[in-house]
């Protein structure tokens, strides 16, 4: 199987702060990389697929880039409504794997 | 907008089968080139990715579950369904199930499911 790894497992921020997510893979998985964002109780929420795609729908804000291992997801100005928890999730290869989470709280 | 409802028992005792259903809505579950996937999340944990189940039938399922899974879809009720036996303790969790095209772009409301006698 694939391991992703997510770096920090959490991160303490301010509103207007830059925010950056790192997702390293095990392996080269191309670009077969997705962003997720998840609140307590609520399903996740697709926010960038294949590395570097903003899902419709989600704020310019969001960004992501990366191919082969390394991976980061970047929020330019964070909102009241993003503190949440982020995962990666790498489709190149079967099982799916996801990173271990990223829980972004207030500072 | 295509929306999915997972449906089933939230109590399965220990070595029984744990039976969901993934209701579509909205959409044909037959259209378009999707799989339609099935993921948990324990308690406090991270998300799993358990298998899933092309339009026409072919499956990939998670190695750690292999031996315990089934997928299935019924196009004439548009749904998919989950079949996990012999389960323990270990998986209580919330189920949720997706579609999936260029990653998981829609998801249930997840379901909680607990073993336990």
């Known amino acids: 199987d694939i391991q992703m790894t997510q770096s920090p497992s959490s991160l303490s921020a301010s509103v207007g702060d830059r925010v950056t997510i790192t997702c390293r893979a095990s392996q080269s998985i191309s670009s077969y990389l997705n962003w997720y964002q998840q609140k307590p109780g609520k399903a996740p929420k697709l926010l960038i697929y294949a590395a570097s795609s903003l899902q419709s729908g989600v704020p310019s804000r969001f960004s992501g880039s990366g191919s082969g291992t390394d991976f980061t997801l970047t929020i330019s100005s964070l909102q009241p409504e993003d503190f949440a928890t982020y995962y990666c999730?790498?489709?190149?290869?079967?099982?799916?794997?996801f990173g271990q989470g990223t829980r972004l709280e207030i500072k | 907008q295509v929306q999915l409802q997972e449906s089933g028992p939230g109590l399965v005792k220990p070595s029984q089968t744990l039976s969901l259903t993934c209701t579509v809505s909205?959409?044909?579950?037959?259209?378009?080139?999707?799989?339609w996937s099935w993921i948990r999340q324990p308690a406090g944990k991270g998300l799993e990715w358990i298998g899933r189940i092309y339009t026409s039938g072919s499956t990939n399922y998670n190695p750690s579950l292999k031996s315990r899974v089934t997928i299935s879809v019924d196009t004439s009720k548009n749904q998919f369904s989950l079949k996990l036996s012999s389960v323990t303790a270990a998986d209580t969790a919330v189920y949720y199930c997706?579609?999936?095209?260029?990653?998981?772009?829609?998801w249930g409301q997840g379901t909680t499911v607990t073993v336990s006698s």
């Open positions: 909205g959409g044909s579950i037959s259209s378009g080139s999707y799989y």
């Open positions: 997706a579609r999936d095209s260029a990653g998981m772009d829609v």
């Open positions: 999730q790498q489709s190149y290869s079967t099982p799916s794997t």
